[in-house]
C-alpha cells in the first residue's frame, strides 16, 4: 500500500509542476473553474425561484448536494478522466504495452497517470458553497460525526464513479475507439447535480441502483446535514465496495484478452 501512495504522490508531483510551468494558464484555470462554479448554480436558481422547497429539499439542503456535485466532479475531471482517456488513448497506439512491463500494478499505475492539479478550486468551491448553505441555515455548522460520514460518503462515491469510468474505459480493449465515452459519462453524471429523490418512478431506481448519482452527491448530503439513517449509509458503503470489486473483475478480464500491439 505504501508504494502505490508513494506512486501516486510522484505522479501527482509531476503533473503539479508541468501545470505550475505556466502559471498565467494555471491561474486562468482557476477563474474559469470559479466562473464555471457561479454558472452551475443557476438552475437551481431558477428551479427555487418562489418555491420553499423541491421534493422535500430546501434550497440550502440542495446547496449541500449541489457542493458534492462540484467536489465529485472535481474528482471526475482532476483525477479520473484524465487517466483513463489516457488508457484508451494507449490502448489505440500500442503504448500499452510499457505499462504491462512496469513492476507494479498495471490498474494502479494507469489510474494515477495523469492529474489536472487546477481542479483544487473546484474543491475549494465545493467547500465555500457548503459553509455558506449552512451558514444560511442557521442551525450551525454540522456535527462532528456527520462531518465524518459526509466525508466517508464521498469516498464511497468518488470510489463509485472510478468504478464505473474503469468498467467504460476497459471496454477500449474490445472496442478501440470510444471518442464519446468522455461526453456520454459526464452528460449522465450531470443529473448528480440534483437530489435524487426530485427523479420519481423508473429514473429514481435507475439513479439510484444503475447509475448511482444518489451513492456520489444525495447520501453524502444527507449525512452531512444529520439525515441519513445508518441503514442508507452502510448500504451506500456496501454498494460503493460492490461497484469496486466488480470493476477490478472486468479490468482482469479485459487485461486477459489484451493482444498486445507488438505480437
Known amino acids: 500500500m505504501r508504494r502505490y501512495l508513494r506512486l501516486v504522490t510522484v505522479q501527482f508531483r509531476i503533473s503539479a509542476a508541468a501545470g505550475m510551468a505556466y502559471r498565467s494558464d494555471f491561474l486562468l484555470e482557476g477563474v474559469m473553474t470559479i466562473a464555471w462554479a457561479a454558472l452551475t448554480l443557476l438552475p437551481l436558481a431558477v428551479l427555487y425561484d418562489g418555491r420553499a422547497s423541491v421534493a422535500g429539499w430546501t434550497v440550502e439542503s440542495a446547496l449541500i448536494v449541489m457542493a458534492y456535485f462540484m467536489a465529485v466532479k472535481a474528482a471526475l475531471e482532476g483525477v479520473i478522466s484524465p487517466s483513463l482517456i ?52 442557521g442551525l450551525g455548522p454540522p456535527a462532528l460525526a456527520d462531518v465524518a460520514l459526509g466525508m466517508l460518503l464521498f469516498v464511497a462515491g468518488v470510489l463509485a464513479m472510478y468504478s464505473i469510468w474503469i468498467m467504460f474505459a476497459a471496454a477500449s480493449f474490445w472496442v478501440v475507439r470510444l471518442d464519446n465515452l468522455t461526453f456520454l459519462i459526464g452528460a449522465i453524471f450531470d443529473t448528480a447535480r440534483w437530489p435524487v429523490h426530485v427523479f420519481r418512478g423508473v429514473w429514481r431506481f435507475v439513479f439510484t441502483f444503475i447509475f448511482p448519482i444518489a451513492v456520489m452527491t444525495t447520501f453524502p448530503a444527507m449525512a452531512l446535514l444529520g439525515e441519513l439513517d445508518s441503514d442508507t449509509a452502510l448500504a451506500t458503503l456496501g454498494g460503493s465496495a460492490l461497484l469496486l470489486v466488480l470493476s477490478r473483475l472486468v479490468w482482469r478480464t479485459a487485461i486477459r484478452s489484451y493482444t498486445s500491439a507488438s505480437s
Open 86 to 137: 489516457d488508457l484508451v488513448e494507449r490502448i489505440r497506439t500500442g503504448a500499452f504495452d510499457y505499462v504491462l512491463l512496469k513492476p507494479v500494478d498495471a490498474q494502479a499505475l494507469i489510474s494515477a497517470s495523469r492529474f489536472e492539479p487546477w481542479k483544487i478550486f473546484d474543491i475549494l468551491g465545493a467547500i465555500a458553497l457548503a459553509a455558506y448553505a449552512f451558514h444560511r441555515r
